[in-house]
């Protein structure tokens, strides 16, 4: 089945630093990615969507500056933290889909395919 | 905004027993997926439903969406360990290029051996 890698899968550093996250669909060219977060025993809330080739779209209340998405390629999407504090830290994760322009409705959009997460903790 | 409620938040049942979970929402989505998530990794993908009253079935888990499109259940028969996950329920409502998919808070289930 559709696989995505994501990488790093546990990031701990100090505060003020920058991390990238990277999202690779390592057997598909993914149309859409998504980011999303996840704090402890809480369901994703999705930060932003990612078309490859133009600016994310970011969910109310996620700072664009804070969190820069790269959409550089169909199989590649980076996430970037600037300047991370301690308020930061939680499980980030990001999900691939590939939209089929040959289905109408709902079986236009191919399921999201999931990578298995980044845990960041800054300290 | 579209809100899903799962039910139970947490279930604590023994290896061999029934159980069904719910998702629930006043919305209506064009599809629903269920995912299983266990600690320290993404979620896996379980099922999709499209049709309202369709029923799908993943060995001992029976999927069901909802008439109306607003909600769904998992039913999963003689449940073993391995079943022992988070759950979570997502709903899309529209298929457009750029529909997003609403989240569930999941259901925890621990099966004891």
């Known amino acids: 089945g559709a696989v995505v890698s994501q990488h790093p899968s546990r990031v701990i550093c100090k505060s003020g630093t920058s991390v990238k996250i990277e999202c690779r669909s390592l057997d598909f060219q993914a149309t859409t990615m998504f980011w999303y977060r996840q704090f402890p025993k809480q369901s994703l809330m999705l930060m932003a969507t990612s078309n490859e080739g133009s600016k994310a779209t970011y969910e109310q209340g996620v700072e664009k500056d804070k969190f820069l998405i790269n959409h550089a390629s169909l199989t590649l999407s980076t996430l970037t933290v600037t300047s991370a504090h301690p308020e930061d830290s939680s499980f980030y994760i990001c999900?691939?889909?590939?939209?089929?322009?040959?289905?109408?409705?709902?079986?236009?959009?191919?399921?999201?395919?999931f990578g298995d997460g980044t845990r960041l903790s800054i300290l | 905004t579209q809100l899903l409620e799962q039910s139970p938040q947490f279930l604590s049942i023994q290896e061999g027993e029934n159980l069904t979970v719910y998702c629930n929402s006043s919305?209506?989505?064009?599809?629903l997926q269920w995912y299983r998530q266990e600690p320290g990794e993404g979620p896996v993908l379980l099922v999709t439903?499209?049709?309202?009253?369709e029923v799908k079935k993943l060995k001992r888990l029976t999927f069901q969406f909802g008439d109306a499109r607003k909600d769904s259940s998992l039913h999963i028969t003689a449940a073993q360990p391995g079943d022992t996950g988070l759950y979570l329920c997502a709903g899309a409502q529209k298929g457009g290029a750029n529909s997003k998919l609403t989240f569930g808070k999941g259901i925890t289930l621990s099966v004891r051996p």
């Open positions: 999900s691939a889909r590939v939209e089929d322009r040959g289905a109408s409705g709902p079986y236009r959009n191919q399921p999201q395919h």
């Open positions: 439903v499209v049709t309202g009253g």
């Open positions: 919305s209506v989505f064009s599809s």
